[in-house]
């Protein structure tokens, strides 16, 4: 989900968790699909396959509550996932609405085609999963931990408020990032300009952050722009929810910063 997104500086984001999901689960999922991030190697329609493009982040997540959330690899998407027998079927998909380069567009295009809206037949051998079509298209995952929250560099891309999301703008891209440390329980990074460093308690989902101490330089102003309105995650409480390799936070007033996991 560390993906350079073009053209479209801000997206709506649409819901990715249904709230009416369940209703849609029917059966128990296969043994080992559920609460796992699958990561997608590639996807064949029409008897031609296509790799995934490098660092494209596509994949997917199945809940126990009848749900599917992932990337198509650019987008992030949110879907019902009904399973019966070994079979599978996404419905009533919805996205946010990104654009990213050509290949990984044309990429996006043949996965979410192929991934939703078909009964698709579930096999799984030794960390791989296979989603396979009655026409013969085919999803080819494998299995991928989750990383840490504790000693992973977290660069951030998006910023979010009222429902929407912001990329970062060129200059800052890849210049705001922080980092958590389980002892002696302190966050320390980058806020696109200034070098920050920071008491944080993590408890039950949320970080406590203590006021945050900075360096004292000047930058370009959207730079600027950017830790001015990350600075507004310290002295407070924010929510985290920690996907594979994405990280949120959530201030007490609805801001959002995403980031991911730096490889």
């Known amino acids: 989900m ?4 073009l053209t479209l500086a801000v997206l709506t984001v649409l819901p990715l968790v249904l709230g ?29 396959t296509r790799q995934a493009p490098a660092d494209a982040g596509a994949g997917v997540r199945f809940g126990t509550d009848g749900t599917a959330v992932g990337s198509y690899g650019c987008n992030q998407f949110g879907a019902r996932a009904a399973f019966t027998g070994h079979r599978v079927e996404l419905t009533h998909a919805h996205r946010t609405l990104m654009a990213c380069e050509p290949e990984r567009m044309a990429f996006e295009r043949a996965l979410s085609r192929t991934l ?5 037949a579930v096999g799984t051998k030794d960390g791989e999963l ?6 013969g298209d085919r999803v080819h995952l494998t299995e991928e931990k989750d990383v840490p929250l504790y000693g992973t560099r977290w660069t951030i891309t998006s910023l979010g408020a009222g429902g929407t999301a912001t990329s970062l703008p060129r200059p800052a891209r890849g210049s705001a990032h922080l980092t958590f440390g389980k ?50 995650l310290f002295d407070g409480t924010a929510g985290y929810t920690l996907d594979h390799r994405t990280l949120t936070l959530t201030s007490g007033n609805g801001e959002t910063a995403e980031a991911v996991a730096g490889r």
């Open 116 to 120: 939703t809206g078909r009964s698709l």
């Open 2 to 5: 560390g993906t350079p997104r």
């Open 183 to 232: 002892e002696p329980g302190r966050v320390t990074g980058r806020l696109g300009c200034n070098h920050v460093t920071a008491k944080a308690t993590v408890r039950d989902g949320r970080i406590t952050l203590g006021p945050a101490y900075t360096t004292r330089m000047m930058c370009d102003a959207s730079l600027m722009r950017i830790e001015k309105r990350l600075l507004r």
């Open 20 to 48: 009416c999901a369940g209703d849609g689960g029917g059966a128990s999922a296969e043994p080992g699909v559920t609460g796992v991030h699958w990561k997608v190697d590639s996807v064949t329609v029409d008897g031609v």
């Open 130 to 135: 296979t989603l396979t079509a009655r026409d």
